[in-house]
């Protein structure tokens, strides 16, 4: 790919120097504000502009309030206007005071053919290079009722349990597929990739024996070695790295060892020898496997492996040039409580109803922080429904069909190459062949190249080949051609018989254990079947689609259809992470214009967009840092200053680093506080890393002091992360890299756009200032643009593809056109000003526990709901699940602060909505009055018994002392017509977790809508 990168049309001119942000554009068509919203600041208007101007603003669509909502609350909370709004949440001395140098606002339309533009500069070849992503056929009604469904897409993680059955449901079929397939007890409900589940799994091993070391078997596909020896680099653990029959395990000094089966090169081995051994020496055995393989290859279980992991994603998840993609994690039953990740269990709810719920939160790290099994938080879990959505539909017998197709093509490839000359290294395989060809490499790859195809090429000179499900006869032809195979397809057919030699079945490796056997996978084959299943599932959750989710620090904002819509096109689908750059031309011109958008809302450099998640963006920003200061020499400098009004990844994130972690407690207003910070700033001063600041705080306040904090820290030594999770109340506003910050992961998952699917995907690319630009992460297989230079100094490589999530990435893309500079900072203002109205509405009613000294918040604010315990024995989980009875998701509930509500309205929601939400609230709060004026028993009441779903007021005799209106109808907007149904009722936590199941249990009379048989009556029938 050439350093200089041209693109022009019609409308505009764009000049893209790889690695600069600096790029020049004309602009040559100018966007005017129209529609009732009016929102766009005032300039001079053309007359054709007049007479005839453009589409809709886009910004008028995503932004809830109209003009008339917009001006009823700004007087509401007793300002004039915007400007005057804005000067009383946002400290003056951080404001950007211009407009962004971002290219105005494009139409909805106009960005799909410009999306459409660059999709197609991307080139459909065939790719056979396997290395752990495969083509696979997304079946039509998954893609259609799931991915492109936002009732599945714009859920948040499911801490809300009751009105999240359907994908808690989901997950947990998820995990007994996994589970089923490894042979191993337990799964959790998704990681990340599979290069990060191999990673997780080397921290398990830690820290369940302590040891400092851990082999990584050199056959084991590169980016898994690559993301396994960066995460351990930090940790202190030490990695060796070799061939699997040569280590020396007898001094009991490794943790762990990882193998891949199959491996990278496609070899099937027996690993019963190392497994028993590993074991004798206290050492744990990890599995990188392949799921589709398992369908015929003995499972890691029964070859007694500790955990298996890899990745769900040929399991009907697209390739998206890398992601996302689910990684699975799965291991013995004893080993459940220290697995990292969300893992769904069997649980009941008050009434002795079957539930699910995330089980042994108390793990996560919001709760444990440093001391956290992972810094995980954002998972997979779209993906991870998806492909539990593919095993239910295909079965033990479809899945086994499409492993047996795979496998019997392979070994008919394996023989007419064979028989053309070349030799096939592999005695045993599944789906890839590694070829030394008789001929030179080179020779080969022209023929691959003239058929438009990729195969894997090795440094000495071998050829890999990998088949999927994808492959048909016409495809295996063509790479029989390839090779030179003197044969045809069907003569080497007839030849080989129906019980082919090599075949997997023929050896001890065989498949022998029934897997998937629970009905939910042998019931929903037809579509018909099928398609009312997920909608079964997708009625019990709630979503966007039905209200607002305002959860605080975590921005639950609208996920346009036209920002969704070109995640699904094949030419961003279906293209390989590993292919020549030359053919993702499109995919790179869209990174390119991305960061260079991202550079300018930001005010840094350079940005990556490896980071998967938020908090691999925290990891990777860290680490990053550190990587500095050891090429700065300063390898003594590991304190990292983290304020408790940071958010709830930092501390895991550090510690993942190797990090020292020191933490700052904040003032009566939630500001860091200044004097305890000093303190620190000066006792650690030698040794001090970084500080972790989130700006603005999870308390809901832009601390006035920003500026001088980050002075303060450079001032001795140390650089400033900024955790990126409250951006939405930054941009257009002001920058983090102005005012001190080095470096900060965007959460494109929230700010951006990007849908939070029920837990997952997520995105998390940092943004950095120019001197730790060269530290940013690598990729062993295909290097980032921008880090081929000999300056690059990066620290390793943290995710499985090159940039991460890509298939998601024209969603954040598509945002930022539309929206244009004026839109951003409209969002910005509106989700101030939303959270600022609500504030003020519930005042009276609940205290907003931190405001700054002009008493306004941020895009987010803290209700105190502490004293209502003592006054009428009511928690903040009461409140949180009595909301759910008028429809409403509870907002982030006890965190930051113990018995709290974090409500971030954002700004896609209109006033009518906010007030709604505002209402239910005040009428709890009447609720909590009537207890404490003994009006209500204070032990049976609507707080305290809800939610109440519809068995509760259908089955039985209502006993309670109050009515069952108050229950289910408790509000006039509340109606039959919109009313949302909680599932279940209260969920038993603590039942979950002494209980522990986390797989498909039998069916039961949860699957019903009664408890009990319903009384038939016999009648006559006159006719």
Known sequence: MNNLIRYSDKSKCIRIVRGSCQTKQVLLRNNTAVGRHLLAPSRNISTLDKLYPSHHVFANRHIGPNKDEKLAMLQYIGVENMEDLVSNAVPSNIRLGRELKIEEARGEHEVLERLNELAIENKMYRSYIGIGYYNTYTPNTIMRNILENPGWTTQYTPYQAEVAQGRLNSLLN????????????????????????????????????????FFIDHRCHPQNIGVVETRASALGIEIERGDWRKMNLKNKDVSGILVQYPDTEGNIEDFTSLVDEAHAHGTLAVCATDLLALTILQPPGAVGFDIAVGSSQRFGIPLGYGGPHAGFFSTKESFARLMPGRVVGVTRDAAGREAYRLALQTREQHIRRDKATSNICTAQALLANMAAMFA????????????????????????????AGHKVNNKLYFDTLKITPHCKQADIQDKALHKHINLRYYADGDVGVSLDETVERHDIEDLLDIFGSPDSLA??????????????????????????????????HSETDIVRYMKQLENKDLSLVHSMIPLGSCTMKLNSTTEMM????????????????????????MFHELEKDLCEITGFDKISFQPNSGAQGE???????????????????????????????????AQLCG????????????????????????????????LMITYPSTYGVFDSTIREICDMIHHFGGQVYMDGANMNAQVGICRPGDFGADVSHLNLHKTFC??????????????????????????????????ESPDSKSFGVISASPYGSSAILPISWSYIKMMGPAGLRQASEMAILNANYMSRRLDGYYKTLYKNDHGFVAHEFIIDCREFKKTANVEVVDIAKRLQDYGFHAPTTSWPVVGTLMVEPTESEHKDELDRFCDALIAIRYEIKQI?????????????????????????????????????????????????WPTVGRIDDIYGDQNLVCSCPPMSTYESPFIEEPVVEERSIAV
């Open 174 to 213: 998820y995990q007994t597929m996994v589970a089923d397939l490894t042979m191993l007890q337990v799964a959790n409900a998704s990681l990340l990739d599979e290069a990060t589940a191999a990673a997780e799994a080397m921290g398990m091993c830690h820290r369940l024996n302590k040891r400092k070391k």
């Open 491 to 524: 003569k080497i057919a007839e030849d080989l018989g129906e019980k082919p030699q090599h075949s997997i079945e023929n050896t001890k490796f065989r498949r022998t254990s029934d897997f998937l056997t629970h009905a939910v996978f042998n019931t929903y």
């Open 659 to 690: 990090m020292k972690i020191q933490g700052i407690d904040v003032d009566k207003n939630g500001a860091v506080c200044m004097k305890q910070l000093k303190e620190n700033v000066e006792k650690h001063k030698d040794t001090l890393a970084c």
């Open 619 to 653: 990891y990777a920003g860290l680490r990053v840092i550190m990587a500095y200061l050891q090429a700065m020499g300063e390898t003594h400098r590991k304190v990292c200053l983290i304020p408790t009004s940071a958010h709830g990844t930092n501390p895991a994130s």
């Open 392 to 419: 239910i539909y295909h079965g033990p017998d479809g899945l086994k069909h499409i492993g047996r197709r795979v496998h019997n093509g392979t070994l008919m490839l394996a023989e007419g190459v064979r028989r």
């Open 566 to 589: 070109p995640v699904t096109w094949k030419e961003f689908a279906s293209l390989h992470p590993f292919i020549p750059n030359n053919q993702a031309l499109g995919y790179l011109r």
């Open 754 to 787: 990007i849908p939070h699917g029920g837990g997952g995907p997520g995105m998390g690319p940092i943004g950095v200032k120019a001197h730790l630009a060269p530290y940013l992460p690598s990729h062993p297989v295909i290097q980032p643009y921008g880090m």
């Open 932 to 980: 404490e004026e003994g009006k209500i028993d204070k032990k049976i009441n609507p707080l305290k018994m809800a939610p109440h779903c519809q068995q509760d007021v259908i089955v039985g005799n209502w006993d309670r002392p109050y009515d069952k209106v108050t229950a289910v109808y408790p509000a006039a907007f509340v109606i039959p017509s919109t009313k949302f």
